[in-house]
């Protein structure tokens, strides 16, 4: 992976989440687009809204237990998905769904809008929305040349970061790039996209 970036921008996305916590709270995410770009134009993968119904993609994030639809309360009022996380000492119940696109590329960009609600804890961090091949690298476990991923994640007191796993890992675990000095602050979305450009 040569170059990636993590800024503030318009809603997408593939779904992969978790968030460590120490109570039970609440997360919000409505998403409208999500475009893959390879060596030729083609039309976006992925637009979910949640608005009218189902996407094969909505229908298996609204599966999970601890995902909700919640009509009203997205961008504008849109409607969102809701998702609960409950807490234990070591973290949280995992949140996971994958979306898979049937055709590969060199580029992609997720783009969604994300709220976390006013009792949420950001405590030491956890990882939202992100990209990665088929097989993933992820959870600490070795992995091969043609594995790796690109997660956006909040981190403690509600900085903002990209979780990577690449092939120059300095550690066993993905690495943490902090996003200069922003904050989340809870009540609020914020429009977020993540581009990956593999090499």
């Known amino acids: 992976m040569t170059a990636w970036n993590s800024i503030l921008r318009r809603p997408t996305g ?92 060199l580029e992609a960009t997720l783009s969604y809008d994300v709220k976390f609600c006013e009792s949420f804890r950001f405590v030491k961090g956890g990882k939202l929305h992100g990209l990665g091949p088929s097989k993933l690298a992820a959870g600490g476990l070795p992995f091969g040349a043609e594995q790796w991923s690109a997660r956006v994640a909040f981190l403690e007191g509600g900085k903002l970061g990209t979780y990577l796993y690449h092939q120059d890992l300095p550690g066993r675990y993905g690495e943490i790039v902090p996003a200069g000095n922003f904050r989340f602050e809870t009540n609020r979305y914020y429009s977020i996209s993540l581009y990956v450009h593999l090499n």
């Open 14 to 105: 593939i779904l992969r989440s978790f968030v460590r916590l120490a109570l039970r709270v609440t997360l919000a995410v409505a998403m409208t687009s999500c475009s893959l770009t390879g060596l030729r134009k083609d039309p976006l993968p992925l637009v979910e809204t949640f608005e009218t119904g189902g996407t094969s993609f909505s229908d298996k994030l609204l599966k999970h237990q601890a995902i909700s639809i919640d009509r009203g309360s997205g961008v504008d009022g849109s409607d969102a998905i809701r998702v609960l996380y409950q807490g234990y000492p070591q973290g949280s119940g995992r949140v996971l769904v994958a979306y898979p696109f049937s055709k590969g590329s």
